[in-house]
């Protein structure tokens, strides 16, 4: 079984290693701390906040960040004199069509500025300048004044805080062997997560090549079918008749007190729990209190005391 999970390459953006966690540089993908304490002593001005180009790890991360840092800044009385901008690899703000008619409203209501087809490339930390890539077919959604700059074949904005994602890739021990695809990740089955040459080997988890969001949601619903598979081949010779649908979760946060839950699976088809009919949540792609309960208090108990012990969830 392969599982060691990913890494963050800061490398593969221009300036990004030596302004990473500096100033008012902050990723919550590599310190939180130094997140919290950008956001706090945020006075006014660019908040721009990056979304890298899939694969990355936990779909919802790059956007909840800005949802709850829009909020402290309304609370801390600085929002009136702040532009909230989103710059996104992506054409849309997420694939499953529930939930991006829920967070086109959150942003909506936030007023925030985004930036579609957006790539970052290089930072200039010390004239705080964020540099990218920008598709011809970029569009925006609710647009605001301001002055982007123009470099050879990239586009400019100047923030007063940046927060982004690292690009990531597979360890390189994995990325330099021969379990790969051209991409560098583990190459498997998407269904059975067996390896497509090696038989005797399965992938799961960040590693793999399975083309679904990377999330720990993932993993628990993969685990059983590479332990059935890995049972049938000794005992049988053969899979099992299990297989992977490609269910992924992303708790996305939309502020304080208030959580929509994107579950989905290879199709993007909205697929939400059964279980949290119990909660009394009737729709998870709506912004909910008891969702924001479930991820603050239930969740962290279910990973800790359920998952990593190996026990159904």
């Not at 590479?226 to 939309?254: A, H, R």
């Not at 008891?290 to 012990?309: C, D, E, Q, S, T």
Request: proline share 7%.
């Amino acid at each position: 079984m392969v599982a060691p999970g990913l890494k963050l390459d800061p490398s593969k953006v221009e300036g990004l290693t030596d302004a990473i966690d500096k100033g008012v540089v902050c990723s919550n993908y590599t310190n939180p701390n130094h997140t919290w304490k950008v956001i706090k002593n945020f006075k006014g001005g660019v908040a721009l906040f990056t979304q890298p180009p899939k694969p990355y790890k936990c779909g919802g991360a790059p956007q909840k960040i800005m949802y709850l840092a829009d909020d402290h800044f309304k609370r801390s009385g600085v929002k009136n004199k702040t532009k909230v901008i989103f710059a996104t690899s992506g054409d849309g703000i997420f694939p499953v069509p529930e939930i991006a008619e829920t967070l086109y409203k959150v942003i909506d209501r936030k007023g925030i500025n985004i930036k579609f087809s957006y790539e970052l490339k290089k930072i200039d930390s010390a004239k705080k300048i964020a540099w990218f890539t920008v598709s011809p077919e970029s569009t925006e959604r609710n647009p605001i004044t301001l002055d982007l700059m123009k470099e050879k074949n990239l586009v400019g904005i100047a923030y007063d805080m940046l927060h982004l994602v690292p690009p990531n890739t597979s360890p390189d021990f994995i990325k330099n062997s021969s379990l790969v695809d051209e991409a560098g990740w583990v190459d498997v089955d998407p269904y059975t997560l067996q390896h497509k040459k090696y038989q005797n080997i399965f992938g799961l988890g960040d590693v793999s090549n399975v083309p679904t969001s990377k999330t720990g949601a993932a993993i628990r619903k993969q685990a059983p079918v590479v332990v059935n598979n890995i049972i049938n081949l000794i005992e049988l010779q053969k899979l099992s008749s299990k297989k992977y649908d490609g269910y992924s979760s992303c708790p996305f946060i939309t502020g304080y007190g208030k959580m929509v839950l994107a579950e989905f699976d290879y199709t993007k088809k909205f697929t939400p729990d059964p279980k949290l009919k119990r909660l009394l949540i009737k729709d998870s792609s709506k912004e909910h209190w008891r969702l924001w309960v479930l991820k603050k208090y239930i969740l962290p108990y279910l990973y800790w005391n359920k998952m990593l012990k190996g026990k159904e969830v």
